[in-house]
RNA sequence: GCCCAUGUGGCUCAGGGGUAGAGCACACCCUUGGUAAGGGUGAGGUCGUGAGUUCGAGUCUCACCAUGGGCUCCA
């Protein structure tokens, strides 16, 4: 077969002699590169697509690109050189440095004597207004690198002389330079937009600190981050979503919902209150069940080792600042930030035969790592916390069908929590990395191979894995399109040799197991925060910490109240009788307010009927429910985890969109 | 860890050198009212911690702690 060829966006060309695997590409293209541009998908048929337009075809790779995420793209960055002209139309001593495209926007990063303050942003936001009114041309030019370092640096821009010098280190021998109008120029590989006038809905947002290529140590910069969109629906929209995002933000809904709280005594340290609790126990029932199903032993293991655990492990030499030591007997100890080290023990300390592998071990064990102060974030990012952590010890035949049987697990789990809508990445070797490249090629294509057998998209992040083995990470993208890292799998070649695991095989010799480490929602506490925000706070019914909320419409039904209490009580059902002298209508609001699944309204009429009335947080109302009846309903609807409630019509499962268009 | 901001009753916040305010929540009383806030009374704070300036400091200064937005970090 003829050779193929890749073409790659700073047009140079990859040749492969053969039909190359997305992770030769991956490989063979540098990591970085390739996490700029790869989105891939091995399946079997489709063309060979190159970086930067079509290519050979053929092939067995599929990279997937989309057309309107890169225009928009296009728009946003020239948006960003529009923001740069603006702030030095305003203050020409102003100087520039960087504008990238972001996630969801772009910023522009600017040295200024003055800092910024959150009055300028309007400032800069008619500015910007005022000049896309011009409808300046946009026209590129490409200057011999000399006369652009010269340019800059006569126009006191160091920040632009720098970045040009860089590229003429790099052999750079001409820059491309973006005119706006006849004045305004700026350095850039493009593309832009041809006219400005194309931009057509800029918004302002934010100011922050940064520093000069990131590091603390050079000039500190402002940050002005903003956002751009094709038009002025999908702007509305997106600051629409920002606006709920801080409606849910989960710190907030812990305080309102009386969930968990933090004490500057405990920086860090999450206090979950009996309601916060009780979803935090669900949340692991729940994993426990799926242990069971799947076949995992639950196991238990220190909280405290002896330092040279962590020597062994690797993690002192590594980690040690994230770690927490004490000193007892003169003897230095560690606070585990991991399950894996202790489970290697567990491992040894029993003979293995290949006929108990794969050995499936999980752990729910308390974890404590230290974050530096300014990485910590409600639940998100916590000091202590507790993971649905396990280990799988298995063969390297096994480790397709291990791979295989996890995502399932992942997809079954996330399913039933109403996470359809989740992304899947392959991380492959890093530079720096240990293991032969054979072990590495085996470990990355089981990863690709199980992806592909159970038909899931993913997308290679090339470089990005461990140095310890390659790693898929699960990002599940919530209600409000943000996506959040959680699930992780992550094949590791260097603990089983640091602990000189084996397995007796049976040719009777001694064999070297691969480890996998894994979890599905990740840290509990993390896992809360995101689900929290995911739902805004209307959790399903059996992860709802009161299920049932009586309310009397007067005092004359209390005793009828406290009978049904008992009785749902009896079932396992969680029922909260709101007993003040408080009006219907008051306590339907505070009941409300807490997102309460079921209201059940007692009054004479119910008392003398012996029937009730439902009211759903949703507003809707059913009179006149026999109790029996209801009672099996909702112990129906917990005990299958379902999403919505019984009485009301489940709206059309329209999940599987994620799968299909796995951006970027 | 770095930059900026913030820290006042359980919560949300006002006040800004002369001896602490509101709403909600809470307690008690009146009201027993049918699907998102009935009325009254009351209790509750050494204003994050420590030092300084001042006749006098929630209020000004400094340090520290915590939180927030970012940066960086997340073998």
């Known amino acids: 077969m003829a050779s193929v060829r890749i073409f790659l966006p700073d047009n140079s060309v990859k040749t492969f002699d053969h039909q190359p695997t997305v992770l030769e590409v991956a490989n063979r293209i540098g990591p970085r590169l390739a996490k700029d541009t790869l989105g891939a998908q091995l399946n079997g048929e489709s063309d060979v697509v190159d970086l930067r337009?079509?290519?050979?075809?053929?092939?067995?790779?599929?990279?997937?690109?989309?057309?309107?995420?890169?225009?928009?793209?296009?728009?946003?960055?020239?948006?960003?050189?529009?923001?740069?002209?603006?702030?030095?139309?305003?203050?020409?001593?102003?100087?520039?440095?960087?504008?990238?495209?972001?996630?969801?926007?772009?910023?522009y990063d600017f040295d200024s004597a003055r800092p910024f303050t959150p009055d300028d942003l309007p400032k800069i936001e008619k500015k910007m207004q005022e000049i896309l009114a011009r409808n300046e041309d946009v026209v590129r030019e490409d200057w011999p690198i000399d006369k652009a370092i010269e340019t800059f640096e006569k126009m006191g821009e160091r920040f632009k002389a720098e970045l040009i010098r860089d590229l003429a280190a790099k052999g750079e021998t001409t820059v491309g330079i973006?005119?706006?109008?006849?004045?305004?120029?700026?350095?850039?590989?493009?593309?832009?937009?041809?006219?400005?006038?194309?931009?057509?809905?800029?918004?302002?947002?934010?100011?922050?600190?940064?520093?000069?290529?990131?590091?603390?140590?050079?000039?500190?910069?402002?940050?002005?981050?903003?956002?751009?969109?094709?038009?002025?629906?999908?702007?509305?929209?997106?600051?629409?979503?920002?606006?709920?995002?801080?409606?849910?933000?989960?710190?907030?809904?812990?305080?309102?919902?009386?969930?968990?709280?933090?004490?500057?005594?405990?920086?860090?340290?999450?206090?979950?209150?009996?309601?916060?609790?009780?979803?935090?126990?669900?949340?692991?029932?729940?994993?426990?069940?799926?242990?069971?199903?799947?076949?995992?032993?639950?196991?238990?293991?220190?909280?405290?080792?002896?330092?040279?655990?962590?020597?062994?492990?690797?993690?002192?030499?590594?980690?040690?600042?994230?770690?927490?030591?004490?000193?007892?007997?003169?003897?230095?100890?560690?606070?585990?930030?991991?399950?894996?080290?202790?489970?290697?023990?567990?491992?040894?300390?029993?003979?293995?035969?290949?006929?108990?592998?794969?050995?499936?071990?999980?752990?729910?064990?308390?974890?404590?790592?230290?974050?530096?102060?300014?990485?910590?974030?409600?639940?998100?990012?916590?000091?202590?916390?507790?993971?649905?952590?396990?280990?799988?010890?298995?063969?390297?035949?096994?480790?397709?069908?291990?791979i295989s049987q996890f995502v399932t697990m992942l997809n079954d789990v996330y399913h039933t929590l109403g996470m359809d809508n989740y992304l899947i990445y392959l991380s492959t070797r890093p530079e720096k990395r240990m293991g032969s490249d054979e072990v590495w090629d085996q470990a990355e294509a089981a990863l690709a191979d199980a992806l592909t057998a159970l038909n899931l998209p993913f997308k290679i992040n090339a470089g990005d894995g461990a140095f310890y083995g390659p790693k898929l990470d699960i990002m599940f993208v919530d209600a409000i399109k943000r996506p959040w890292q959680l699930g992780t799998l992550q094949c590791d070649f260097n603990l089983p040799r640091a602990f000189d695991l084996n397995y007796v095989g049976d040719d009777n010799k001694e064999h070297r197991p691969v480890m996998l480490h894994r979890a599905i929602l990740g840290s509990l506490e993390r896992f809360i925060g995101v689900y929290l925000e995911h739902t805004a706070g209307h959790l399903p019914l059996w992860l709802s910490p009161v299920q049932i909320e009586l309310l009397t419409v007067t005092d004359r039904q209390l005793d009828f109240a406290r009978e049904l209490a008992s009785k749902f009580n009896a079932h396992g059902l969680r029922v909260h009788i709101d007993e003040r002298g408080e009006k219907l209508g008051y306590k339907i609001r505070e009941a409300q307010l807490q997102k309460i699944p079921y209201m059940l309204i007692l009054g004479d009429k119910e008392l003398e009927s012996k029937r009730i009335s439902v009211r759903l947080s949703s507003g809707k109302v059913i009179e006149s429910l026999d109790i029996e009846t209801f009672t099996q309903d909702v112990l129906r609807e917990i005990n299958e985890r379902r999403l919505t409630s019984f009485l009301q019509p489940t709206p059309t499962n329209t999940n599987q969109e994620a799968h299909n268009s796995s951006t970027i």
């Open 53 to 107: 337009t079509l290519l050979p075809d053929g092939s067995k790779i599929k990279i997937i690109t989309i057309k309107d995420a890169e225009s928009l793209q296009v728009i946003r960055h020239s948006a960003a050189h529009l923001m740069a002209q603006a702030v030095q139309e305003l203050w020409p001593e102003v100087k520039v440095t960087i504008g990238p495209v972001i996630d969801a926007g772009f910023y």
């Open 178 to 402: 973006y005119k706006q109008g006849l004045v305004w120029f700026d350095l850039c590989r493009g593309p832009h937009v041809q006219r400005m006038g194309q931009i057509k809905a800029v918004k302002v947002l934010s100011l922050a600190g940064s520093y000069w290529r990131g590091d603390e140590k050079n000039a500190q910069l402002q940050r002005v981050y903003a956002t751009a969109f094709n038009d002025k629906k999908e702007l509305d929209e997106h600051l629409k979503n920002l606006e709920e995002a801080k409606k849910r933000d989960h710190r907030k809904l812990g305080k309102e919902l009386g969930l968990f709280y933090f004490h500057q005594l405990s920086p860090g340290g999450p206090f979950f209150a009996p309601k916060g609790a009780l979803i935090y126990n669900e949340l692991q029932s729940f994993i426990r069940e799926k242990y069971r199903e799947y076949q995992y032993q639950e196991v238990i293991t220190p909280q405290i080792f002896d330092v040279d655990l962590f020597h062994q492990s690797g993690h002192y030499d590594n980690y040690r600042e994230n770690m927490y030591f004490t000193k007892v007997d003169d003897r230095d100890f560690s606070f585990k930030p991991m399950n894996c080290p202790g489970h290697c023990l567990l491992y040894q300390a029993e003979r293995k035969s290949y006929r108990e592998l794969p050995w499936r071990v999980a752990d729910f064990g308390r974890l404590h790592r230290y974050e530096r102060s300014g990485v910590m974030h409600g639940l998100n990012r916590v000091r202590t916390f507790c993971q649905d952590d396990a280990h799988i010890f298995c063969r390297m035949d096994q480790l397709q069908a291990e």
